[in-house]
């Protein structure tokens, strides 16, 4: 009876389901299945594994553990038809934003047409990054959310008009959808990129990918014509594990400032594929990455019951 109290349903979730904070709701959703939730975000989830491991520190987590525990993301990534822009963020535009250590990368797919722009998250001893995830507090200093808005947003809006006008290039088409992802950090720079577009950029971003996301978006940091003209059609999944660290910050803020239910459609997806009670351990994005991997490609439940019959 328990189950079907709207307050308490979430707690019911198994590794097998995920519960969902639909658009303009305050509270999780009873325990739905995981497939389509796993189908949709393993891709992004292993974009933000990528960005995050051009760092030392993801060098040498890579070193300590098997290979079999650690999946390389571009593998992954380049089986499912992904290809790495490997023109931009070119020297000039590193140089730029390396002072803020704002890390980017740019990768789009085929069938359907992609660009996904991908943020790296917090490295845990780097000072820029903690300048950025405490910026609320520490106001009026250059971060990298800083660097998102005055330098790589315009530059990446050039260089995709560059790419979809040149008939030479096999770009996507010209309307292809246009993703943003990233994890903790990065899930936070990742949105405030949607909405800091240029007005003439040749496409908006459709969709934000946040994992385990930081509760800061840069938002009031965007002139407000410019927010609200991105902010517009967009939506947003912000996709976190049972217990993470910042779960608990994240579903506070929801109970106080409602998500909003269009423009920008705010949709939190919660998983519970660790049965860990470390929430640190359990902000892993390389580990939920993997395991959206694994939930993506299993057959459906029948399906396993009749393999092993």
Not at 127 to 141: K, M, S, T, V, Y
């Amino acid at each position: 009876m328990l189950d079907r109290v709207p307050i308490l349903r979430a707690f019911f979730q198994t590794s097998r389901q995920v519960v969902v904070r639909f658009p303009g709701a305050r509270i999780l959703s009873a325990p739905l299945p995981i497939a389509s939730y796993a189908q949709e975000h393993w891709e992004y989830a292993w974009l933000s594994v990528a960005a995050y491991n051009k760092t030392p520190v993801a060098a040498r987590r890579a070193r300590r553990r098997p290979l079999q525990q650690n999946p390389s993301p571009e593998a992954a990534l380049e089986s499912a038809g992904w290809r790495r822009w490997a023109d931009f963020p070119d020297d000039g535009l590193l140089c730029k934003i390396q002072s803020t250590h704002l890390r980017v990368e740019v990768w789009e797919r085929r069938n359907p047409d992609i660009i996904a722009v991908t943020f790296g998250g917090t490295v845990f001893d780097n000072e820029q990054d903690w300048r950025a995830n405490l910026r609320w507090f520490i106001p009026g200093h250059r971060d990298e959310y800083t660097d998102v808005v005055q330098t790589f947003a315009p530059a990446f809006a050039r260089r995709l008009q560059e790419r979809l006008s040149d008939p030479q290039h096999p770009a996507p088409a010209r309307f292809a959808a246009l993703i943003s992802t990233g994890h903790s950090l990065g899930g936070g720079l990742a949105q405030q990129f949607a909405y800091s577009l240029p007005l003439d950029s040749l496409v908006k971003v459709a969709r934000v990918y946040a994992f385990d996301p930081s509760p800061v978006t840069g938002f009031f940091s965007v002139q407000r014509k410019l927010r609200n003209h991105n902010k517009h059609g967009l939506a947003i999944d912000r996709i976190y594990e049972r217990g993470e660290i910042l779960a608990l910050l994240r579903s506070l803020v929801s109970v106080f400032y409602k998500p909003t239910a269009r423009n920008a459609a705010i949709r939190g997806v919660r998983y519970a594929l660790f049965r860990a009670w470390n929430p640190i351990a359990a902000h892993s994005i390389n580990d939920l990455a993997a395991k959206l991997d694994c939930e993506a490609k299993s057959p459906p439940p029948f399906e396993r019951l009749h393999l092993h019959a």
